[in-house]
């Protein structure tokens, strides 16, 4: 139904996990899948875990044998999970369609085992109940690690001497932060490898999931159009802009202690500009896409203080409302000058993107909600229509100024409402030669009306089917980190203050002076 293969019991990748039944290949129709929510209590497994497992079941993309438990400290029975999960379960892939029946038959697959993280009697009689679900089947099993970072280690440990698959494979998805620089990440990494292999870490960083980061590739490596001017040549400035126009309303205590380049920046836009601006791969397989990242990763330069702005919202009133200042966040710390916004400039030293400025933007509580990536191209040599000297037809000094500021911009927008557009310059209608910039527009709501499906479910999904490809290797990581570590250093070393904006404002001036060092407007 989602044109995507129905999974099928061969999970690809059995080898490589070490999951052989007797002989050597996974017996057709003789395993089931156990996904263990770790931290099932939480914040991200009731808003995004649960009901993205419930879609991939209500599209028939589970496997038939399948099973989800919930793992946290807090008590609670089977009965109460299933409550707590309903709550947040919707019906989003059909509202017209009643689907309180197959939410009722997913819900009797949910059990829930208390117990706490670096407890190996917690996660063995989670094993042993796991072992009753599973019987006689071969046991597949994979954990989602929703809980704080500082914990990840103490369940790994656990779960993987007491809980791993003895014939199936074992997973586990960790989510970020991945550290908070290259020496807490690569300590991260040696830890989590005492326990596993390489192989069995996925780790998550959801814009990759999202539909429109997905079609990056296809829209660069598919079209003639496209992949000849995807360089220096033809290419100005690549813009990469997140915003939300809410603050860190709930999480300040965890943002506090990371701010908004490490957020935002150096996982998802970066992995955004990796995709975007990579070598073509030799294959779809996924260590060729990781191989091709890494190498772009590798060839950045690392960021400059002098390229960087940050800065964090204030208070501010409007319309008789208030909305608060960052530190007014009981769970910050006073006097914080953690950034909740950044604007970078970034450069790739090779010979695709030499001297291209990738400049990126990322902010909490600013005056909107988006994520977009900007293409902006060079102007058109000895451009016909640019010419200021003749005026032609009616109009047309006035029109031939406009045009020499528009130049092609071809911009996808993530989030919200999905778009891929290409302004272009064109003629209006008419006697005279008016030039006017519009858009050629594929905008998704109406030519695909069926309802895009979250990051978690794509995700979740490869994780089960063993996909690495939208998940990051350890040295992609490493790779990540060596461009934002020093600055991330500089910073704090200094302490630098940041530019304080007002909530709900489009942030500090001071992006706009970055990117004018670069000659570059944002989008
Ligand atoms: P929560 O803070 O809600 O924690 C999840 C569960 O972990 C809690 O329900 C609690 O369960 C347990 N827990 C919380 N704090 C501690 C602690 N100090 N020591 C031991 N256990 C603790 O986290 P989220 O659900 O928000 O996030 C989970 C993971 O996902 C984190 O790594 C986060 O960075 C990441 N993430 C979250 C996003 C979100 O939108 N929430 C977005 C992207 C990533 P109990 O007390 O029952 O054991
Ligand atoms: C998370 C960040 O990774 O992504 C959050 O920790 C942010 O701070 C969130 O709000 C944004 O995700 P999305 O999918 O809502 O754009």
Not at 188 to 212: C, P, S, W
Not at 325 to 338: E, F
Not at 404 to 430: F, H, M, W
């Amino acid at each position: 139904a989602n044109g995507r293969p129905q999974i099928s019991a061969s999970f690809r990748d059995v080898a490589i996990d070490g999951a052989q039944s007797e002989d050597g290949a996974p017996e057709q129709g003789g395993s089931t899948v156990s996904i263990t929510v770790v931290g099932a209590s939480g914040d991200l497994a009731k808003k995004k875990i649960f009901p993205a497992l419930f879609a991939l079941y209500y599209e028939d993309c589970l496997p038939e044998h399948f099973t989800v438990f919930g793992y946290a400290r807090s008590k609670m029975s089977d009965e109460e999970l299933r409550n707590m999960i309903s709550l947040t379960l919707t019906c989003r892939i059909d509202q017209r369609e009643n689907c309180s029946d197959k939410m009722e038959q997913f819900l009797k697959r949910c059990f829930y085992q208390s117990g706490q993280y670096n407890s190996e009697e917690g996660f063995s009689e989670l094993d042993r109940k796991l072992k009753e679900k599973e019987a006689g089947k071969v046991p597949n099993r994979l954990f989602y690690l929703s809980i704080p970072p500082n914990i990840f280690v103490d369940v790994v440990r656990s779960a993987s001497r007491t809980a791993s698959s003895q014939d199936g494979w074992t997973r586990f998805i960790v989510e970020k932060p991945f550290g908070r620089d290259s020496e807490s990440s690569g300590e991260l990494t040696r830890n989590l490898k005492k326990y596993l292999a390489e192989e069995q870490i996925f780790r998550i960083d959801h814009y990759l999931g999202k539909e429109l980061v997905e079609n990056l590739s296809v829209l660069r490596f598919s079209n003639l159009v496209f992949e000849p001017l995807w360089s220096r040549n033809y290419i100005r400035n690549v813009q990469l802009i997140f915003s939300e126009d809410f603050g860190t309303e709930g999480r300040g205590g965890y943002f506090d202690n990371y701010g908004i380049i490490r957020d935002i920046m150096q996982n998802h836009l970066l992995q955004i500009l990796a995709l975007f601006a990579m070598e073509t791969p030799v294959s779809l397989d996924a260590e060729d896409i990781r191989n091709e990242k890494v190498k772009v990763l590798r060839s950045m330069r690392q960021l400059r203080l002098e390229d960087v702005v940050v800065g964090q919202y204030k208070g501010h009133s409007k319309g008789g409302k208030t909305y608060p200042a960052y530190v007014d966040d009981p769970t910050v710390p006073s006097g914080s000058i953690t950034p909740t916004f950044a604007a970078a400039a970034l450069f790739i030293d090779n010979a695709r993107w030499d001297g291209v400025p990738f400049l990126m933007k990322a902010g909490k509580a600013l005056h909107t909600r988006r994520a977009e990536i900007r293409v902006q191209f060079r102007r058109v040599p000895g451009n016909l229509y640019g010419r200021r000297s003749r005026s032609v037809g009616g109009g047309g000094t006035t029109a031939t100024r406009e045009l020499e500021k528009a130049t092609n911009e071809l911009v996808l927008r993530v989030q919200p409402d999905e778009a891929i557009y290409l302004k272009i310059n064109s003629k209006v209608p008419g006697l005279g030669m008016r030039l006017d910039s519009s858009d050629l527009n594929l905008l998704y709501s109406e030519r695909y009306p069926a309802e895009i499906p979250d990051a978690y479910e794509r995700l979740l999904l490869d994780a089960i089917e063993g996909e690495r490809r939208l998940f990051i290797r350890s040295d992609e990581l490493d790779a990540a980190w060596a461009i934002f570590t020093p600055v991330l250093a500089d910073l704090e070393a200094n302490k630098v203050a940041p530019e304080l904006y007002p909530y709900g404002s489009r942030g500090p001036v001071g992006a706009h002076y970055l990117a004018a060092n670069h000659n570059v407007r944002w989008g």
